[in-house]
């Protein structure tokens, strides 16, 4: 098959090499996808019945810990924390334990003194403007031995001297009043009336230090459930505690007691003497943080409702609180998260993520006031298992891939070597014909002439002779070169090594060359720098350098000197022909000296040439042991040298 008929066909077999490996790539990536898929829903699918499973024992022991705080007794052990018990009736309620309430809904029954025993005072005080009077009156009052009676009386006493412009009196008569602690007093606690009886006198008298420090202790204790009040009163005392200066911001402790407290009002309105709610848990939500509420029996004569806070909602789900339910039963919940939502969609109690698998669990199947929500801790595919799986899976298809890329990589590179070898083969036809065209067209059309007797004259006869013998020479050495080359890749080239000096055999060889047509025009200079001794075939490395010789004149283009110099360098022996041409770029160093290869700019200015003459060199020299270098730049010229071991003098 003709050469560029064998070049199209490697081309067409390449592209349909690379579609072929395209495809397959394709359908390689697609199956890995399609696999990794079906493992992704497969433990979705897997995950998902276990979330159900888990959610079942979830709601179970939801139910089993509500089941408890609604079966708590008051008296009976210690309740939770956060949680109180309501107990009575609407007339008569008792809250259990106290001191967990900011306000309750009743206030305590207070032992307000009989009207006739401070009846001359308050005459005093209030009706006859006497206040010395209303004084030594209060004073004796306050030296009764009934709590209530001396509580208001010291109530009264400090009040009349504040209005009397006696404050420090006044003070000492609150201080007095504080010592009676939390005693009913005029239905408030006591230590609370003289509170804010000695915010009142600091706040006429300006003394904003005592003042704001007072204030602020009065804060404190409403916020730190001292008092049993009601809702009323303690927002009232509140209000006058930020009046008067108090220090301190809501916080969320602060905010979760108050959601209590709130719990417990709603409590006693919805629970407590209503049948209606009897049984029933509710879940609530003030001041942005959930309660529950579960009422008791119902009966009109005394209704139970049991009340619990943030705190302990939020231990529902808790991991140490749940876990410890679940492990009772010797569950394992590792890996999940429990989430109870309100109606309000809003999350009362552990961590919800919606991104991941879900399970869910409706207040109208599992009696809970909260929508439960059981959810995988790390996406589908995050779990350690599914991921060793599937990086192992990848991982062998990344083997598979990468062991198919690397063949394709190699079957490409083959095949484009080959398609270079190909068209390196067609321009070394093209070249070797025209070669051979130009010499034998001359020994045609010369012989043809000289046979039909059209050259008479003796001086054309013989400068005729002299062609057909420079061309039949010429079409010898081509036909050696070719035969010589052959014999060289076969290396069946039988060297003759001899001692030469190097000079000398240079020196011939230039000299041979000047005497050639392919010198004419041309100025040969020859340095010579050494006479050392080389052990050489004489004619295999005269013919190398013809070739760079050759060359040096072909691509010299306007320049018409070659230089020629031998020296040494390191020991060894240099030649090296230099010339003014084309030159040729740093990426072609190599390559140069490959067969069939010639440079870009060689073609570029239509140089002819087989592609033959540097790698017979390369070849010549290399079979000697030396090496042969290339320095060269575009526009610049090029010095090829030689570089040879030389012979070692005795």
């Known amino acids: 098959m003709p050469l560029p008929g064998l070049l ?12 072929l490996m395209a495809a397959l790539v394709g359908t390689l990536g697609a199956l890995a996808w399609q696999l990794l898929e079906r493992d992704r829903e497969a433990e979705r699918a897997q995950i998902q019945d276990r979330l159900e499973l888990i959610a079942d024992r979830v709601v179970s022991a939801l139910l089993a810990r509500l089941g408890q705080l609604g079966g708590l007794v008051p008296g009976q052990g210690t ?28 206030s305590p029954r207070s032992g307000d003194p009989p009207p006739a025993a401070l009846a001359a005072a308050e005459a005093a005080e209030f ?27 010291l109530a009264g006493l400090g009040r009349t001297l504040r209005h009397a412009g006696r404050p420090d009196e006044a003070l000492e008569a609150y201080r007095a009043l504080a010592g009676l602690g939390l005693a009913p007093v005029l239905g408030l606690p006591a230590e609370l009336l003289a509170r804010e009886g000695r915010c009142s006198v600091l706040a006429e008298r300006g003394r904003r230090a005592e003042l704001e420090r007072e204030a602020t202790e009065m804060a404190d204790a409403l916020w730190g459930r001292r008092y049993v009040l009601t809702s009323a009163a303690w ?30 009002m709603w409590a006693y309105d919805a629970c407590m003497g209503d049948g209606r709610t009897a049984g029933r848990r509710h879940a609530l939500t003030f001041e942005g943080h959930p309660a529950l509420v579960m009422c008791g029996a ?68 599992t009696t809970l006031p909260w929508t439960a929500y059981v959810s995988a801790a790390e996406p589908a595919g995050g779990s350690s ?14 083997v598979l891939g990468l062991a198919l890329a690397t063949g394709s990589y190699f079957i490409v590179r083959s095949l484009q070597r080959e398609r270079a070898v190909a068209a390196l083969q067609t321009d070394f036809v093209s070249a070797v014909s025209h070669e051979f065209r130009t010499p034998l067209t001359s020994l045609c059309q010369l012989s043809e002439m000289l046979a039909a007797g059209r050259i008479v004259d003796d001086p054309e006869r013989a400068q005729s002779y002299a062609i057909l013998v ?15 080359f052959g014999r060289l890749e076969a290396g069946t080239h039988a060297y003759r090594v001899e001692r030469l000096a190097a000079a000398d055999l240079v020196a011939q060889v230039v000299a041979e060359f000047r005497a050639s047509p392919s010198a004419a025009g041309f100025t040969i200079d020859l340095v ?51 010339d003014d041409g084309i030159g040729m770029p740093p990426s072609e160093h190599h390559t140069v000296f490959d067969t069939f290869v010639r440079g870009s700019g060689a073609r570029t200015a239509g140089v002819r040439g087989t592609g033959l003459g540097l790698a017979l060199a390369r070849r010549i020299v290399a079979a000697h042991g030396g090496e042969i270098r290339v320095a060269s730049e575009p526009g610049c010229g090029s010095t090829f040298t030689v570089v040879l071991p030389a012979e070692r003098s005795s």
């Open 298 to 365: 119902g009966t009109a004569e005394a209704t139970d409702a049991v009340v619990a806070g943030p705190a302990y909602v939020r231990s529902l789900v808790a991991d140490r609180e749940l876990g410890a339910w679940l492990s009772q039963a010797g569950r394992d919940r590792e890996g999940f998260r429990v989430a109870l939502v309100d109606s309000g969609r809003q999350v009362a109690a552990g961590s919800l993520d919606r991104s991941h698998q879900l399970a869910v669990r409706t207040p109208d199947a």
């Open 385 to 398: 298992l599914a991921g060793g799986r599937r990086r192992l899976f990848l991982a062998g298809f990344g």
């Open 8 to 19: 199209r066909r490697r081309n067409r077999t390449l592209t349909v090499f690379v579609c």
């Open 235 to 264: 927002r009232f005392h509140l209000e006058e505690a930020i009046r008067f200066g108090a220090r301190g911001a809501r916080d969320d402790a602060r905010n979760e007691a108050m959601a209590l407290s709130q719990a417990a």
């Open 127 to 153: 009706r006859n403007g006497d206040p010395g009077s209303a004084v030594r009156l209060y004073e004796a009052a306050a030296r009764s031995g009934s709590t209530s009676v001396r509580g208001a009386a």
């Open 79 to 106: 309740l939770p924390a956060d949680v109180v018990v309501m107990s009575g009736s609407p007339t008569d309620l008792r809250v259990h334990p106290q001191g967990r309430l900011l306000f309750y809904p009743q």
């Open 528 to 578: 010579q720098e050494d006479d050392a001794v080389v052990r050489v075939d004489r004619e295999s490395l005269g013919l190398a350098l013809r070739n760079m010789l050759d060359n040096a004149v072909k691509y010299s283009g306007d320049g018409r000197t070659v230089q020629v110099r031998t020296g040494r360098e390191n020991g060894s022996v240099t030649i090296s022909v230099t």
């Open 470 to 484: 420079r061309e039949s020479r010429r079409l010898d050495r081509l036909v050696e070169s070719l035969l010589d």
